[in-house]
């Protein structure tokens, strides 16, 4: 399985800026690309943005499109997610997904759950 370790997390002010990097072990054959998603205090683990190995396609999702941007250093298996503009409520913890596959029919992520960080946190004050 492959294995990954995030960084970069921290405190920032609203309207600041930070960028997390995740550096995974490997890359599975069969795997769509790597990805992040987060959990809020009470809440369940969202998804936040995706990266294809392949075609370099990225996603994100609707809460933090034109503020997150998610890209990769494919010779070195590290994907980064620059975060823009936070908001109080992009407060929580993130976490690095290293193996990311993606259904047929609805284009959902599916992350292997072996395959997760150990997380960052990341906190947004007002």
Same mark, same amino acid.
């Given at each position: 399985?492959? !294995? #990954? ?10 309207g600041g800026s930070l ?53 990769s250093d494919n010779s070195? $298996?590290t994907i980064f997610l620059?975060? $823009? ?11 690095? $997904? ?11 992520? #599916? ?9 960052? !946190? ?5």
């Open positions: 399985q492959v !294995q #990954v370790a995030e960084s970069g997390g921290g405190s920032v002010q609203a960028r997390l990097s995740c550096a995974a072990s490997g890359r599975p054959l069969s795997s769509y690309g790597m990805g992040w998603f987060r959990q809020a205090p009470g809440k369940e683990r969202d998804f936040v943005a995706a990266i294809s190995w392949s075609s370099g396609d990225t996603t994100v999702s609707d809460s933090v499109k034109g503020r997150f941007t998610i890209s070195k $298996n620059q975060m $823009n503009s936070l908001k109080p409520e992009d407060t929580a913890v993130y976490y690095c $997904n290293g193996d990311l596959r993606r259904t047929y029919y609805s284009g959902d992520f #599916v992350p292997d759950r072996g395959a997760w960080g150990q997380g960052t !946190q990341v906190t947004v004050t007002s």
